[in-house]
């Protein structure tokens, strides 16, 4: 597609409920990041794919968050029995090649998630 | 990990003014960059800095990398409504990867 796409722009999920949030990259973009972006707040790091392999989630808050790229393209982020303080926005970007200084990448419009 | 600290906070603004933010850090960056999010999207990216000292433009905005490499600003020239929107800086630094870290954002308001 043109640029990152993310789905479902918005989610309402019940305290206790698990969510999936999609990312479809770039075509052919070979990095692609998550990122939390609390309400206020700039965007902080969630985890870093480089085609399938998953090279730093040391920012997943928990071990309920987990993110996949099984084939190297679209991403999943899935957060299990959601709580109120994961109520945030989620992006995703994604980049052609090996970023260094992080100029390449580009954005989605993000996922607000909203747990009540 | 690395904090940044933006100011201010929030502006608000006429339009046709000149407009200054600034980011510090009490580390020593060797890339800053500005992005602006509108809101409903994704960061965009303004300006990207490389070298202490540098000044780049891009179109009515104009940032500088501090020759600390502590610190970096940001201009808007004669503001007009679609400015609107949070500006963050941001460095990418300590991986490979390019890994961001944001400030914690501005927000400006231009009233017509």
């Known amino acids: 597609g043109a640029g990152v796409s993310q789905s479902p722009r918005y989610k309402v999920a019940k305290r206790g409920q698990d969510v999936a949030l999609r990312c479809d990259p770039i075509?052919?973009?070979?990095?692609l990041f998550w990122y939390q972006q609390a309400l206020g707040q700039g965007p902080e790091f969630l985890t870093y794919?480089?085609?399938?392999?998953?090279?730093?989630k040391s920012g997943l808050p928990s071990d309920r968050f987990f993110a996949e790229r099984p084939e190297g393209s679209v991403s999943t982020l899935k957060i299990q029995r959601t709580q109120q303080e994961d109520s945030a926005v989620y992006l995703c970007?994604?980049?052609?090649?090996?970023?260094?200084?992080?100029?390449?990448?580009?954005f989605g419009q993000g996922t607000r998630l909203t747990v009540v | 990990g690395q904090q940044l600290n933006q100011s201010p906070q929030s502006m608000f603004i006429q339009e046709g003014e000149d407009v200054s933010m600034n980011c510090t850090s009490s580390?020593?960056?060797?890339?800053w960059l500005w992005y602006k999010q509108d809101p409903g999207e994704g960061p965009v990216l303004l300006i990207a800095l490389y070298k202490a000292g540098e000044l780049t433009s891009n179109g009515r905005l104009t940032a500088q990398f501090g020759i600390t490499r502590k610190d970096s600003f940001l201009n808007i020239s004669a503001s007009i409504p679609s400015d609107v929107g949070i500006y963050f800086c941001?460095?990418?630094?300590?991986?490979?990867?390019?890994?961001?870290?944001f400030g914690q954002g501005t927000i400006l308001t231009v009233h017509p």
């Open positions: 075509s052919g973009h070979v990095s």
């Open positions: 941001a460095y990418a630094g300590g991986t490979s990867y390019g890994k961001l870290t």
């Open positions: 580390s020593i960056f060797n890339t």
């Open positions: 970007a994604s980049s052609l090649g090996l970023p260094v200084t992080g100029t390449e990448a580009f």
């Open positions: 794919f480089q085609n399938e392999a998953q090279l730093d």
